[in-house]
């Protein structure tokens, strides 16, 4: 009997392959960073055939460290950095541009004619979201509309679109399955989150041929089988797969996953909820034909504050260093920083916003800024938990965490201190690769819904300790400083 279960989670900084084993426990990791590309300003872009080769990479570095056969896995689960549009050529199964990244703001204009012309409530009742140069949809228009031939080619339907979920299903099975999944699919804003459908009124008014998109499946089903001869059996965006992979089943769980962005999603059940604060409706997953739907608030800067300290400003060698620096002052000197550098998300959504330290005197120092950016991620939380809070009817006891920079436990305290609730980190906190294992898992039957209920272990719980006065006044200054970087370009 095969032994384990394969994950592929291709995040925004680096692609990962995780092997589990029965007990959901981690047997191999490989994870390869690959290349950010900065064409303009605002402008972000990575080379989907990286994406794919790095992908393919770490798959073939995890089974070595097992020395392993592909018929030891049972399945593939798949998961991914969400919203990232690729289109390319069906014959040559060549990308026509690069990959476009969730964080580019290039079609921030055409989010901007939309709105002018009344499409907003429209937009937000069909797919759930708000108009922003974050999804896909816009993204997909500017490669028609500027890669030359690539609407005549769109048009003759030899193009196809896909999230990295379906460049990765695409090139899995050397081009046989064009699929993609429900939870990908609503964050397209092109689909329709009741209807379950692409929105044809949508794909007009975006003049997108509907021949370039991709088949909508299930979460968890077997789709078909890789070349390597392993069946691809789960599908979930990464914020999505780290909610199931939280086993936040319940409604009214909230999961935070703080990897270059930060992304906060509450379980609402069957029913899509409307957000009155600006927060996003999205499909958490869909199973055995039940939809399952979510609220999410998205911060587009998380840990890529620490990158950005690292790589801008060599201010570390390393993000974990990050702790250590943070930890050399006492407070944050009054210092804060709005890490607004693609404009700001959730609950803000301000495209022009961008990126301000404030408070500087003589006496700050690197760990000031240090710990102002640590504090930012916690704080850019906290504005969003106020949110999901206001559409809840149910009280946020505790915050599950994961992802890369939830290790670091001066910022998981904080963000404790200044949300006053439990935050709770997982032993395995690569809940994401987790979630897509399960999702793959459940369909080929490698485990059932009860095993994996119990699976879920805490490793360490942050405890509120702040005094409320404190945690008030540097509240209220956040967010006088987040008032100053908007609207700024
Ligand atoms: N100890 C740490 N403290 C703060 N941030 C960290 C730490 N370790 C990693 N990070 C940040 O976490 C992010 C990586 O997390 P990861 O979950 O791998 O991201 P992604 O899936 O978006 O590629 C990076 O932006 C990195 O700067
Ligand atoms: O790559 P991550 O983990 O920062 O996730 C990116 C999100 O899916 C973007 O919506």
């Known amino acids: 009997m095969s032994k384990y279960i394969l994950s592929l989670d291709q995040g925004t900084t680096s692609s990962r392959a995780i092997l589990f084993n029965h007990k959901g426990q981690i047997e191999a990791i490989a994870q390869k960073e690959f290349e950010q590309i900065f064409p303009k300003p605002g402008w972000v872009e990575h080379n989907a055939m990286e994406i794919w080769s790095s992908q393919r990479g770490v798959v073939a570095e995890a089974k070595a460290k097992l020395h392993i056969e592909n018929s030891d896995i049972a399945a593939?689960?798949?998961?991914?950095?969400?919203?990232?549009?690729?289109?390319?050529?069906r014959a040559s199964g060549k990308p026509i541009y690069n990959a476009i990244v969730w964080q580019d703001r290039r079609t921030s204009k055409t989010c901007d004619q939309l709105k002018e012309a009344g499409y907003t409530d429209k937009v937000k009742s069909k797919t759930g979201l708000v108009i922003d140069a974050y999804f896909s949809g816009t993204k997909i228009k500017w490669i028609l509309d500027n890669v030359e031939g690539a609407r005549k080619k769109a048009e003759a339907g030899?193009?196809?679109?896909?999230?990295?979920?379906?460049?990765?299903?695409?090139?899995?099975?050397?081009?046989?399955?064009?699929?993609?999944?429900?939870?990908?699919?609503?964050?397209?804003?092109?689909?329709?989150?009741?209807?379950?459908?692409?929105?044809?009124?949508?794909?007009?008014?975006?003049?997108?041929?509907?021949?370039m998109l991709p088949e909508v499946r299930s979460c968890s089903e077997v789709y078909g089988v890789s070349s390597w001869g392993i069946p691809i059996a789960g599908i979930a965006?990464?914020?999505?797969?780290?909610?199931?992979?939280?086993?936040?089943?319940?409604?009214?769980?909230?999961?935070?996953?703080?990897?270059?962005?930060?992304?906060?999603?509450?379980?609402?059940?069957?029913?899509?909820?409307?957000?009155?604060?600006?927060?996003?409706?999205?499909?958490?997953?869909?199973?055995?034909?039940?939809?399952?739907?979510?609220?999410?608030?998205?911060?587009?800067?998380?840990?890529?504050?620490?990158?950005?300290?690292?790589?801008?400003?060599?201010?570390?060698?390393?993000?974990?260093?990050?702790?250590?620096?943070?930890?050399?002052?006492?407070?944050?000197?009054?210092?804060?920083?709005v890490p607004a550098f693609a404009g700001l998300g959730a609950p803000h959504w301000d495209q022009y916003a961008r990126g301000i330290i404030v408070g500087i005197t003589r006496g700050t120092s690197k760990g000031h800024i240090a710990r102002a950016a640590l504090e930012a991620i916690c704080y850019q939380t906290k504005d969003v938990m106020n949110a999901m809070q206001g559409d809840s009817k149910i009280a946020i006891k505790e915050l599950r965490v994961d992802g890369g920079a939830s290790v670091n436990n001066t910022l998981m305290q904080f963000q404790s201190d200044i949300l006053n609730i439990d935050v709770v980190r997982p032993k395995v906190y690569e809940t994401t690769a987790l979630g897509a294992a399960y999702l793959a898992g459940l369909a080929v039957k490698f485990w059932k819904l009860e095993d994996l209920k119990n699976q879920w272990q805490e490793d360490q719980k942050f405890k509120p300790k702040m005094e409320s006065e404190d945690r008030e006044e540097l509240y209220s200054r956040w967010s006088k400083a987040v008032e100053r970087s908007k609207d700024w370009l």
């Open 76 to 89: 593939i689960g798949i998961t991914n950095q969400r919203e990232t549009t690729i289109v390319w050529d």
């Open 158 to 211: 030899e193009l196809a679109f896909g999230t990295v979920d379906s460049w990765l299903i695409w090139n899995l099975t050397k081009g046989k399955l064009h699929i993609t999944d429900v939870t990908n699919a609503s964050r397209t804003m092109l689909y329709n989150i009741h209807d379950l459908d692409w929105d044809n009124e949508l794909l007009t008014l975006l003049d997108i041929p509907k021949s």
């Open 237 to 337: 965006g990464d914020q999505q797969a780290g909610l199931f992979g939280q086993m936040a089943l319940e409604l009214g769980m909230v999961k935070s996953t703080y990897g270059t962005g930060c992304f906060i999603v509450a379980n609402t059940g069957s029913t899509p909820v409307s957000s009155k604060n600006n927060l996003l409706t999205t499909i958490a997953w869909q199973i055995n034909g039940e939809t399952t739907y979510a609220l999410e608030g998205s911060i587009f800067i998380g840990g890529a504050v620490v990158q950005w300290l690292r790589d801008g400003l060599d201010l570390v060698r390393e993000s974990r260093e990050i702790e250590k620096l943070a930890n050399s002052v006492e407070d944050n000197g009054g210092i804060f920083l």
